[in-house]
């Protein structure tokens, strides 16, 4: 079945540990989307990226880093600069539509920093 | 820039009763609308979205959404609910048009609470 994963579902880290969570699509998609949600706060765009070795940042990059060194994988590194990085991370992709395509989303990772 | 509101932040309901969700956008261009529904620790699914064409966009099991430009609206209804309806549901909002880039905005969400 085609879709995307996002593995650990859940991940402790302690405060100082940079963390890396990991996506992964085999829906042949072009452009993967990593984001952050917090409770009320709706998604906020961390960082994007259209296609192999290169990605833009987000509206909240600061703290994070990302790497697309393959067409289906998008790991998303949460730093120690991170001043407050427990929250659910969604990982979504596309095609590559100019605005109407659909993205999917995985089913998340939720980060907590002890 | 583009923002979304969604006016309600939870809205609580008896089994088979109707609902509305509401939102509404800014943007200074034309938009793409989506509404998300997501269930507890899970992943977000898209229900509709609203490229051109007719302003009533139809999705599965009854849901349906109307795109108003004059009232910069996108109002999510259903006619009757199940307890399975229970989630959080997002509505998001792009610029048209272009081949660049175009963000997605998302709105703080509304919790659909389904009671029996």
């Known amino acids: 079945d085609g879709g995307i994963t996002q593995s650990p579902k859940y991940l402790f880290r302690k405060e100082g540990q940079n963390v890396t969570l990991s996506c992964e699509q085999n829906l042949n998609h072009d452009a993967m989307y990593w984001y952050r949600q917090d409770p009320g706060q709706g998604l906020r765009l961390i960082y994007y990226?259209?296609?192999?070795?290169d990605f833009q940042k987000g509206d909240i990059a600061e703290g994070y880093s990302v790497s697309r060194e393959k067409k289906e994988s998008f790991p998303l590194t949460v730093t120690s600069a991170q001043k407050n990085p427990t929250a659910f991370y969604l990982c979504a992709s596309s095609i590559w539509g100019g605005g109407t395509d659909t993205q999917y989303f995985g089913p998340g990772t939720r980060l907590t920093v002890l | 820039a583009q923002s979304v509101t969604q006016l309600d932040s939870q809205v609580p309901v008896f089994e088979e009763a109707p609902v509305e969700l509401r939102c509404n956008y800014s943007s200074s261009v034309s938009v793409y609308l989506f509404w998300y529904v997501q269930y507890p620790n899970q992943g977000l699914q898209l229900l509709l979205k609203y490229l051109s064409g007719s302003t009533l966009v139809k999705g599965i099991n009854g849901i349906e959404a109307e795109f108003n430009k004059s009232q910069t609206s996108f109002h999510l209804r259903k006619p009757s609910v199940h307890i399975s309806d229970t989630a959080e549901y997002f509505c998001a909002v792009r610029n048209a048009g272009g081949t660049s880039y175009g963000k997605l905005t998302f709105g703080q969400g509304t919790i659909l609470t389904v009671h029996p």
């Open positions: 990226s259209q296609i192999v070795n």
